[in-house]
């Protein structure tokens, strides 16, 4: 089983949708957890980031974290054709010189 | 803030030779580095930790002495892929932790496409 699962999709949803790309993760000693959007060739960019339990928003996307049940979501709200990419999650046990350890990654289409 | 760019941005090269990729982080100084290889719409395969001033740490499976790690100061940390072959060509992304806050979160470059003839 892996540490960290992650529905590969694609996902397609149409314009102005609110999508729920989601993670579980069997590490309970994750804390810090994070969502990098990657878009075909690029590097990814890091989109939001959460510290334990609760949520988190930032214009379109809030983010989920239900430590006691070991999910995480990361909701879009009216989404647009340039939110399509690859959606990572990302989690880490605590601050040091740890890599993260990520979701395989969900594709999302929004079609126009 | 927090960018890290990677140069170059695509190589394509013949079997047998070395290929140098360098990762930078422009506007922080990062004392770790993460070296991530990414195969078509699969996720990130970490390869390797960079740190600053000492040896690199490889995950299993990884060869050190095919890809050799120089992480030479805070801002630069290169990857040299070795006597390259066709089994090589990847996408290679690094990230950079940032030595000025204490979040866990790490900047991705903008990866290099490596391909080998």
């Known amino acids: 089983q892996k540490e960290v699962e992650q529905d590969p999709g694609p996902l397609s949803v149409p314009e102005g949708a609110i999508v729920s790309l989601n993670c579980t993760y069997s590490?309970?000693?994750?804390?810090?957890f994070m969502w990098y959007r990657q878009y075909s060739r690029k590097g990814p960019e890091l989109l939001m980031y959460?510290?334990?339990?609760g949520n988190k928003e930032d214009g379109r996307f809030t983010a989920q974290v239900d430590k006691s049940s070991k999910y995480i979501s990361l909701f879009i709200r009216d989404s647009q054709p340039s939110d399509s990419a690859t959606y990572l999650c990302?989690?880490?046990?605590?601050?040091?010189?740890?890599?993260?350890?990520f979701g395989s990654g969900t594709r999302l289409q929004v079609q126009p | 803030g927090a960018v890290v760019s990677q140069h170059p941005s695509r190589v394509i090269c013949k079997s047998g030779t070395s290929v140098k990729i360098e990762c930078r982080s422009l506007?922080?100084?990062?004392?770790?580095m993460f070296w991530y290889r990414q195969f078509p719409k699969q996720s990130l395969m970490l390869m390797a930790t960079?740190?600053?001033?000492?040896?690199?740490?490889?995950e299993q499976g990884v060869e050190k002495d095919k890809f050799l790690i120089n992480h030479a100061s805070l801002t630069l940390s290169t990857l040299t892929v070795t006597s390259a072959h066709p089994e090589d060509s990847s996408f290679y992304i690094c990230?950079?932790?940032?030595?000025?806050?204490?979040?866990?979160?790490?900047?991705f470059g903008p990866g290099t496409r490596l391909t080998v003839l």
């Open positions: 990230s950079a932790r940032d030595l000025g806050q204490t979040t866990d979160t790490q900047y």
């Open positions: 590490n309970s000693a994750f804390q810090y």
């Open positions: 959460t510290y334990s339990s």
């Open positions: 990302a989690m880490s046990a605590g601050t040091g010189r740890r890599a993260l350890t």
């Open positions: 506007d922080f100084q990062a004392t770790t």
């Open positions: 960079s740190n600053e001033g000492s040896k690199a740490t490889y």
